[in-house]
T-cell receptor, first 109, second 113 residues
């Protein structure tokens, strides 16, 4: 059965800190690793990674995939209170996407 | 350009009843997936529809069924509701069957009393 495990489950940091969120996966017919941010309702797309070792960046957020170790990390630098959310990692197979339980990030002013 | 829209936003039902949730995909998207998200958990894949057929199914009982219409909109039906069916039901759409970044709707919050 496909499995995605995220760590830590929750994290409390101060504004300006840098955080690293971890995601390991076991997904049949793996095609992509996806990161989403979920605040109140709909998860919003952050990154899709398909190749090992190529970092994707968007502002203060970046992510990288290691297909050999079946692992991905999401980095957030200079955190802001608006980064407080649940960060979801998902492994995409041929048709099915399997989500982890998420990392709840709280950024304190 | 409207994103993924779901209705209703909230719903309260009692055990044993049946419910139908609706989803309109983002314009240009033809694939719809449904997820159940219990409190404190990540979304759990229920099933995916493409070309009006169920293409892939997660580990959910037959009480969960769906439909996709020619305009790509979709319905999720749940029969014989249980207390454990209380959750946020999310619909996601993408341009094709492959795991492109899916766009999510705001979900339907279903509460079973």
């Amino acid at each position: 059965e496909d499995k995605v495990v995220q760590s830590p489950l929750s994290l409390v940091v101060h504004e300006g800190d840098t955080v690293t969120l971890n995601c390991s996966y076991e997904v049949t017919n793996f095609r992509s690793l996806l990161w989403y941010k979920q605040e109140k309702k709909a998860p919003t797309f952050l990154f899709m990674l398909t190749s090992s070792g190529i970092e994707k960046k968007s502002g203060r957020l970046s992510s990288i995939l290691d297909k050999k170790e079946l692992f991905s990390i999401l980095n957030i630098t200079a955190t802001q209170t608006g980064d407080s959310a649940i960060y979801l990692c998902a492994g995409g197979g041929y048709q099915k996407v399997t989500f982890g339980t998420g990392t709840k990030l709280q950024v304190i002013p | 350009d409207a994103g993924v829209t779901q209705s209703p936003t909230h719903l309260i039902k009692t055990r044993g009843q049946q419910v139908t949730l609706r989803c309109s995909p983002k314009s240009g998207h033809d694939t719809v997936s449904w997820y159940q998200q219990a409190l404190g958990q990540g979304p759990q894949f229920i099933f995916q529809y493409y070309e009006e057929e169920e293409r892939q199914r997660g580990n959910f009982p037959d009480r969960f069924s769906g439909h996709q219409f020619p305009n790509y909109s979709s319905e999720l039906n749940v029969n014989a509701l249980l207390l454990g069916d209380s959750a946020l039901y999310l619909c996601a759409s993408s341009p094709d069957r492959r795991p492109r970044p899916q766009h999510f709707g705001d979900g339907t919050r279903l509460s079973i009393l």
